[in-house]
């Protein structure tokens, strides 16, 4: 094959009420808005030298319909955090804000927090778990091997071959 992609550049979502995502995804999300054009679209990134738009949000036509969980196209965006002190940080945010929590769960690759957006879009954070670590407690790394919400709480600490730095 001639060309490889590199990564996942950004995504851009319709929402209901602008000025309610935008709120949404700065204030949850930490996403600095980094720009706006001249059609009322909303650009964020946490690093512009990295990636100049990692997220846009575009005002939706009005009586646009809501996602539903059986419909065609996007199923979740999820989003990379740096070790799994930020993704308790994260989950404690999502609960003192009131965000809609879908659910926790060790994957194998990595723990996650999957949540709604204010128009019902599925979203994940994340964090990665080493292989070496995963490998010693799970055979698909790939699936869903239960909820890490006392975790996520500091209730107990990450189970033996799920500790993610």
Do not use: W
């Not at 946490?46 to 996602?67: C, F, R, S, W, Y």
């Not at 740096?82 to 965000?99: C, D, I, M, S």
């Not at 995963?134 to 799920?162: C, F």
């Amino acid at each position: 094959m001639a060309f490889r992609i590199r990564r996942v550049g950004h995504l851009v979502l319709r929402v209901k009420d602008i000025e309610r995502s935008k709120r949404f995804f700065q204030e949850i999300l930490g996403f600095p808005v980094v720009a706006e054009n001249d059609r009322g679209m909303f650009f964020f990134s946490t690093d512009v030298k990295d990636n100049h738009h990692m997220l846009a949000i575009v005002q939706a036509k009005e009586g646009a319909a809501m996602p539903t969980s059986d419909h065609v196209g996007m199923q979740h965006v999820s989003f990379e955090l740096g070790n799994f002190a930020e993704l308790q940080e994260a989950y404690r945010l999502f609960k003192e804000k009131g965000v809609n929590i879908h659910y926790t769960t060790f994957h194998g690759v990595a723990k996650s927090v999957y949540f709604f957006d204010p128009d019902g879009n599925l979203l994940e954070v994340y964090c990665n778990v080493p292989p070496e670590e995963y490998r010693k407690s799970v055979s698909n790394a790939y699936s869903r091997h239960g909820a890490i919400e006392d975790e996520l709480e500091g209730k107990i600490p990450q189970k033996p071959g799920t500790v993610a730095p």
